[in-house]
C-alpha cells in the first residue's frame, strides 16, 4: 500500500484552504476570530511554494496562545418567568381566554403576562403589578358608584363592607378560581405560561393603591386606638383600612409583614391580582365601555345579601332618632299575635308602626326579642331602599350619551 507523506498533504492545504480560527483548549471554536501571520497576508503562495513542517507547528502554537487567553462564551442565565412567545403555543391559556370570552384584539402574551406576579418576575415589564393597579382603579371605581347609586341610604361602614364583598381579596379569589385558573408550584422559564406563578419567599402583599400611609399605623394596631368614620373616608383605602406604611422601592417586591402571612392569604392575594390585572387588560386593548361591561358581568353580578352586614348595637333608640329626623311620628311597638304564651317554645309576633304606618315587624320568642328584631327590620328597610336601576355617571361617558339625570341622594345615616 502507497504511503502518503505528510509534508506534501500539508503543503496542499495550505495552499487551497483559506485560514482559520485556532480551537480553543476546551474543544470549541471560538467566536472570535484571530488575525492571520503576517506572511500569509503580505505573500501569495502558488502550489509549488514549499513550507518547513517547523513552520506550520510554530504558527499554530501563536495562535494557541493567541486564542487561549479569550475566555468561551457564559452560558444564559434561565428567565425568572416563560418568555412572552411561549404564550402563543399554550392551551391552558388559550383555553382561559376562550372561556372568557375575551376579544381575539386582546393577545395571549397579554393574558400570559396577567398570570406572573411581581414575587416571580421583578422586571415591571412582565409582571402584572401595572395591570393590576390599573384594574383595581375601576374595579373600585365601577363599584362603588354602582353600591352609591343602587343604595343610596347605605351607612359607610356597610358601603365599606359591601366593597370588600363584591371587589376584595376572598371575593376576587372565588372569582379567579372559578375560572379555573391554577397555581403553579414554583415560578420559572420552564413553566407553563397558563399557571399563575408567584413566589412563597417574597409575596406581593402591597401594591400600589389609593390611600395615605398613617404614621400612627402602628400604634392603632398595638394600642387599639379607635378611628372615626370621617377619617377612614379621608386617610384609609377603598375599603377603609389602614395603608401600611411601607417605602415605594419595596412596594412591589412584597412587604415585610409577608413573612407573617399564611400560604392561603399569599395564594389569596396572588389570585386577586390576577383578575385586577385581567381588567387592567381589558381596559387597555378594549377601552372603558368594554372594561365596564365585563366588571358588571363577573364580579357585580354575584350575589350579596347586604342585610347580613348590619349589626345595630341600640336599634330602638337610632329608630327613634330616625323618626325624628324626618318628621315621623314616634315609632311605637304593637302586638300583632301571638301562640303558646305559656307553652315551652312561645311565638311573639311584634310590628313597629309610625302613626298608621307599619315600619317593621319579626317574631320571637319574647316580647322584649321580638320588639328589638322589628325595630332592626324597620332600620334595614330604610337604609336597603333602592329606586332601581338608574343611570350612573360613568354612562355619561360613552359616546353619544344621554344627558345625566341626577340620582336621589340621601341626607345621611342616624349617628347613634
Known amino acids: 500500500m502507497k504511503r502518503i507523506r505528510i509534508g506534501q498533504l500539508s503543503r496542499q492545504w495550505l495552499a487551497t484552504t483559506p485560514v482559520r480560527p485556532a480551537a480553543t483548549a476546551s474543544g470549541r471554536i471560538s467566536r472570535v476570530s484571530t488575525p492571520a501571520p503576517a506572511v500569509l497576508h503580505s505573500q501569495t503562495r502558488c502550489q509549488s511554494t514549499t513550507i518547513s513542517p517547523e513552520a506550520i507547528f510554530d504558527e499554530t502554537e501563536d495562535t494557541v496562545e493567541e486564542t487561549h487567553e479569550i475566555a468561551p462564551p457564559s452560558r444564559p442565565q434561565s428567565l425568572p ?13 388559550a383555553a382561559l381566554h376562550a372561556r372568557l370570552s375575551l376579544s381575539s384584539k386582546i393577545p395571549l402574551q397579554a393574558l400570559a403576562r396577567t398570570l406572573v406576579d411581581p414575587s416571580a418576575d421583578e422586571h ?3 409582571n402584572n403589578a401595572n395591570l393590576a393597579y390599573v384594574g383595581a382603579s375601576l374595579l373600585q371605581y365601577h363599584t362603588s358608584e354602582w353600591l352609591v347609586t343602587r343604595y343610596p341610604r347605605l351607612p359607610m361602614a356597610i358601603l365599606f363592607a359591601a366593597m370588600k364583598g363584591y371587589s376584595g381579596v376572598p371575593a376576587l379569589h372565588r372569582i379567579a378560581r372559578a375560572w379555573g385558573i391554577e397555581a403553579a408550584g414554583a415560578p420559572g422559564e420552564e413553566v407553563d405560561p397558563g399557571y399563575l406563578q408567584f413566589s412563597y419567599d417574597k409575596p406581593t402583599v402591597v401594591m400600589h393603591k389609593w390611600g395615605y400611609a398613617r404614621a400612627e399605623a402602628k400604634e392603632l394596631v398595638k394600642y387599639k ?3 372615626g368614620m370621617s377619617s377612614r373616608i379621608i386617610f384609609d383605602d377603598a375599603f377603609g383600612d389602614t395603608v401600611p406604611e411601607q417605602p415605594e422601592a419595596e412596594a412591589s417586591k412584597g412587604a415585610p409583614e409577608g413573612k407573617d402571612l399564611l400560604p392561603e392569604e399569599i395564594e389569596k392575594n396572588a389570585h386577586a391580582n390576577v383578575v385586577r390585572s385581567i381588567i387592567g387588560a ?7 365601555e368594554t372594561a365596564k361591561a365585563f366588571i358588571k358581568s363577573h364580579v357585580l353580578s354575584r350575589q350579596l345579601d347586604l342585610s347580613n352586614l348590619f349589626n345595630f348595637k341600640l ?22 299575635s301571638e301562640t303558646g304564651r305559656l307553652s315551652r317554645t312561645p311565638v311573639f309576633v311584634v310590628g313597629i308602626y309610625s302613626g298608621r304606618d307599619k315600619l317593621g315587624e319579626a317574631t320571637g320568642p319574647g316580647l322584649e326579642a321580638a320588639k328589638i328584631a322589628a325595630s332592626i327590620n324597620a332600620l334595614k328597610s330604610w337604609y336597603l331602599y333602592s329606586p332601581g336601576d338608574v343611570g350612573l355617571p360613568s354612562d355619561t361617558l360613552a359616546e353619544d350619551a344621554a344627558p345625566w339625570k341626577p340620582v336621589y341622594v340621601d341626607i345621611g345615616e342616624i349617628i347613634s
Do not use: M
Open 81 to 93: 418567568s416563560p418568555h412572552p412567545d411561549r404564550a402563543l403555543r399554550s392551551a391552558k391559556l
Open 124 to 126: 415591571p415589564r412582565f
Open 225 to 227: 386606638w379607635r378611628r
Open 282 to 288: 381589558i381596559y387597555l386593548y378594549r377601552g372603558s
Open 315 to 336: 336599634p330602638q333608640l337610632e329608630l327613634t332618632r330616625l323618626c325624628a329626623r324626618e318628621n315621623f311620628d314616634p315609632p311605637v311597638a304593637r302586638l300583632l
